[in-house]
T-cell receptor
Framework: DVKVTQSSRYLVKRTGEKVFLECVQDMDHENMFWYRQDPGLGLRLIYFSYDVKMKEKGDIPEGYSVSREKKERFSLILESASTNQTSMYLC???????????????FGPGTRLTVL | GDSVTQMEGPVTLSEEAFLTINCTYTATGYPSLFWYVQYPGEGLQLLLKATKADDKGSNKGFEATYRKETTSFHLEKGSVQVSDSAVYFCALNAGNQFYFGTGTSLTVIP
């Protein structure tokens, strides 16, 4: 089974702190994603990566950055945390097999971040 | 652009009741469609999928049929259980892009 793990289930930080959220997948997937999940808004894509050292902005990248130095690890960074970044953060990975029309995402358990 | 719209919740049903959660989509090409489920305190898990028109996805008693003519992928279950209480997300995949609905919370009471 594909396993996607996230470094923390719950995290509490103060405004202005630099925050690192780590995600690791063990199935050699090329694609990795960071979402935030808020009530009534569903999942919103922050950043995604198709390969090591590459990244693409999603729908709401402001206030976030990412790092992908190794294929299995995708980090989300809040450079200066703010209260409006209090949310559930979900990491996902996927692999698109050649010749197949579609593929699915595999999700981690989520990190609930509270910024005070 | 591509998008997914799903029925607002929350939905509360008695055990053994029939469940329908509506989902419609907008897409320019030929997307694949998914239902994911999120149990309390967990991430999303794939529940079922359909990759082309008229395909029916099924799993754990849940079913959904890919209807191109109505651009819909409604989730159904004939008899819900308390253990089905969760949030359900309809999703679309087109290429390397994924689009999710806002989620529908289901509570099943004994």
């Amino acid at each position: 089974d594909v396993k996607v793990t996230q470094s923390s289930r719950y995290l509490v930080k103060r405004t202005g702190e630099k925050v690192f959220l780590e995600c690791v997948q063990d199935m050699d997937h090329e694609n990795m994603f960071w979402y935030r999940q808020d009530p009534g808004l569903g999942l919103r894509l922050i950043y995604f990566s198709y390969d090591v050292k590459m990244k693409e902005k999603g729908d709401i990248p402001e206030g976030y950055s990412v790092s992908r130095e190794k294929k299995e690890r995708f980090s989300l960074i809040l450079e200066s945390a703010s209260t409006n970044q209090t949310s559930m953060y979900l990491c996902a990975s996927s692999y698109w097999p050649p010749g197949q029309g579609s593929h699915e995402q595999f999700f981690g358990p989520g990190t609930r971040l509270t910024v005070l | 652009g591509d998008s997914v719209t799903q029925m607002e919740g929350p939905v509360t049903l008695s055990e053994e009741a029939f469940l329908t959660i509506n989902c419609t989509y907008t897409a320019t090409g030929y997307p694949s469609l998914f239902w994911y489920v999120q149990y309390p305190g967990e991430g999303l898990q794939l529940l079922l999928k359909a990759t082309k028109a008229d395909d029916k996805g099924s799993n754990k008693g849940f079913e959904a049929t890919y209807r191109k003519e109505t651009t819909s992928f409604h989730l159904e279950k004939g008899s819900v259980q308390v253990s089905d209480s969760a949030v359900y997300f309809c999703a679309l995949n087109a290429g390397n892009q994924f689009y999710f609905g806002t989620g529908t919370s289901l509570t099943v009471i004994p």
